[in-house]
């Protein structure tokens, strides 16, 4: 910005009228010159590691952005943050729009940074480069948490997959860590596949929901009930509270239906009223008797290795998909084949014999 | 074969004093030769489309063929079967070890040619070329179906991967429809992951399950009771035909509590004893009813085209993975990136950038 641009205002309606200059030239450079002045990794991680939220913030911002020039700082910047990660507890929180997530993660994260905690609010939402940010986007949904000097909230990083946007987060995780979040909170929008992503990135995985008119059940997705460690009913608050005790009934019958978990670990259901704060405090009391279940069992640490190794893998197929399908060559003639194969002229295994041909010549 | 081979056998015990040779070298050449003769693509074609089962089997076999040098031919051959496959219903069954698979199979499968059809039985089992083929393997277990002459059974293809598997019969699929058989039933054992293998290549899903002793509804492994658009309970008859109604009660309310199916079917459950045949024909009805629905409302069109795309994808995704991981320099700074992210010294994504530079250099 060499020059401030003309704003259209009521104060500048006539066009062919030159307006004075409200800003200084000397001011304005003097601005950007500060403002594109880069930290660079040595001084991100030093903030980082200092508890600074600023240069954590640039430094998720760094890890998130889709410059390639800017992936080998980032990766830097993540490399010397590890040593100082993995010492927290990662909570995975999902629940379908209108069962009250950011309120109950608001009377939650408050609840721990009562206790002493700090916590950290991330989220996996790939739609919201789309929605522009439908889970998370608007901080003042949680104007108490926000302000809390022991709580960092951060919005779903943009992406067109969820797999970069998951990538993202679970490096926003380790940052988070290093600054010394020891409760990292993912939120995730129960509509997709997010679920699994954000699964594969926590210690433990709450499933909210609301007791409904006898259709508690309903509209579960596929395994989300599975994963779940923790079914919280939230909104079990005056006149719910009956209807909450019944579906806390139901799903305990329906958490029995899935076979016994690798952890060990006997899924709960608990009610909750974000409102009256009823039941919050259980909830840490139930994540706290898991932590020492699997803490004693090994599996704690087991499913950490377990997720990295998920992680190492799930970006080198990501990557190497993502180089096949990008080229252009190959596009072109995948929607070729994709056709003949729509019209039985050409087996599936066919059709991807000539493209791997293609490519790997 | 050059020259007879010495065989172990009691007439010759002694090392050291040779055998005379007991079958001519002239015979043996003869018969080598004739073996050797491999019929063309279009002799196989040929085959297959006039409902020969030995050109069926010559042609399995050879697109399960892992020799890349057959590669080629066999794609000619599925290309070739193309236009006269697709005619069929597909009929996916799963169920643990020791539900009665192979009896249901054999009743059903006899049920379906007395009314005149014609019936394929193939088999996914990943695990069969270590345990030398746990389903299908022995066809004696379907005496009466496989001296039918309007059924077919064919083994699981082996194979390291399940991937591999699947594919192969992905494609024994369409070389028995151009056969002429027009039900084609896929196997599988009910520990995996091959579910959502054959669940992605047929048109329906049946889960077998027996009825226990109030614990029917443990061991259910992670969506293959979402995907069955049919429970059936075996074994039932004489003792068992009160517990098993129990069971249908249970499962009917535990397939209440997932979301509606895309297709629009609401799944059902019941009863069968392959022993007595009763129910038998109500599964051939209900799948019946299955067919008419999705036929009308175009789901069974769309979910073929969907599957076809899927398998496309999935075997280039696939080539793509075997490519890289099969790099000898690749495996070996795979193994050393994994040791360092165990120990925090690389996050997953840095050692995957690694990996993948050194891959695309």
Redesign the interface.
């Known amino acids: 910005m060499d020059k401030p641009k003309a704003h259209k205002t009521a104060l500048h309606e006539v066009d062919g009228i030159d307006q004075p200059e409200s800003i200084s030239k000397a001011s304005i450079e003097h601005v950007t010159r500060l403002r594109k002045k880069q930290p660079t990794a040595q001084e991100l991680v030093n903030g980082i590691l200092n508890g600074d939220k600023t240069a954590l913030s640039r430094a998720i911002t760094l890890v998130e952005s889709t410059n390639p020039s800017h992936?080998e700082k980032a990766?830097d910047v993540?490399?010397q943050c590890?040593?100082h990660?993995?010492k927290s507890v990662r909570i995975g929180i999902t629940g379908v729009p209108g069962v009250g997530k950011s309120t109950f993660i608001e009377a939650f994260g408050k609840h721990l940074t009562s206790l002493g905690r700090k916590v950290a609010v991330l989220a996996v939402d790939p739609s919201s480069s789309l929605s522009h940010g439908s889970i998370l986007g608007d901080k003042t949904r949680m104007e108490e948490l926000v302000k809390d000097e022991n709580a960092y909230i951060r919005p779903s990083a943009s992406g067109d997959t969820l797999g970069g946007v998951a990538?993202k987060t679970?490096?926003a995780i380790?940052l988070c860590e290093a600054c010394g979040f020891d409760t990292i909170i993912i939120e995730t929008v129960g509509v997709g596949q997010s679920e699994t992503a954000v699964h594969s990135m926590v210690d433990f995985f709450l499933l909210l929901k609301i007791a409904g008119a006898g259709d508690e059940?309903?509209?579960?997705?596929?395994?989300i009930?599975?994963m779940a460690d923790l079914i919280v009913i939230n909104k079990a608050d005056g006149d719910n509270i009956k209807k909450a005790k019944l579906a806390k009934t139901e799903f305990n019958r329906?958490l029995?239906?899935?076979?016994p978990k690798n952890s060990g670990w006997q899924p709960k259901v608990t009610t909750c009223s974000a409102i009256t704060h009823d039941g919050v405090a259980d909830v840490w009391e139930t994540i706290n008797e898991y932590l020492k279940l699997t803490q004693e069992n090994g599996f704690f640490g087991f499913r950490r290795?377990e997720q990295?190794?998920?992680?190492?893998t799930e970006?080198?197929?990501e990557?190497?998909?993502n180089?096949?399908y990008t080229r252009e060559d190959i596009a072109a003639l995948l929607e070729q084949?994709?056709k003949a194969?729509?019209n039985?002229?050409?087996?599936?295994?066919?059709?991807?014999?000539v493209?791997?041909e293609k490519y790997?010549k």
């Open positions: 992936l990766n993540i490399n590890l040593p990660a993995d990538r679970r490096e380790i059940l309903q509209g579960i997705k596929r395994g009930m599975e329906a029995h239906l899935f076979p290795s990295n190794s998920y992680w190492l970006t080198i197929n990557q190497l998909k180089n096949f084949n994709k194969v729509q039985n002229e050409l087996s599936p295994f066919a059709a991807a014999q493209l791997l790997f």
